[in-house]
């Protein structure tokens, strides 16, 4: 089970690349709240902004190949795909941001 921090850091970073309203993701109890809330806003931009979805998954730097192969699934969940692919994407970034905070405080405490 995810660290429940890790999940709402996620939110909010998923949050902060699609510029959306901070009560629209909110703090998620858990990853699949997570899932369901990013597959709903996904599904909205799928049908209603198909350019602009695109355009955030470009800035959100996620792999261009696997859009490429949720978008040629035959499957009726294509925003799922897309969800798990902008969560696992925004996931390693909080992940990094946290590594690297740690690095950074150990290397001032060798000093």
């Keep these: 089970m995810p660290n429940s921090s ?15 309203e ?3 993701l909110g703090q ?9 809330r990013v597959a ?20 959100m730097d996620v792999s261009e190949e696997k859009i490429k192969v949720a978008l040629n699934t035959p499957a009726v969940d294509i925003h799922f795909l897309i969800a798990d692919i902008i969560i696992e994407r925004e996931w390693q970034k909080v992940e990094s941001r946290i590594m690297y905070k740690q690095e950074k405080l150990d290397d001032e405490e060798s000093w």
Excluded at 7 to 19: F, H, P
Excluded at 40 to 59: C, P
């Design 40 to 59: 709903a806003v996904v599904e909205y931009l799928l049908e209603k902004d198909f350019e602009k979805l695109l355009n955030l998954l470009y800035i």
């Design 6 to 20: 890790f999940v709402i850091q996620t939110a909010s970073q998923i949050t902060k690349e699609l510029g959306l």
């Design 28 to 36: 998620p109890d858990g990853l699949e709240m997570l899932r369901q």
């Design 22 to 24: 901070d009560n629209v």
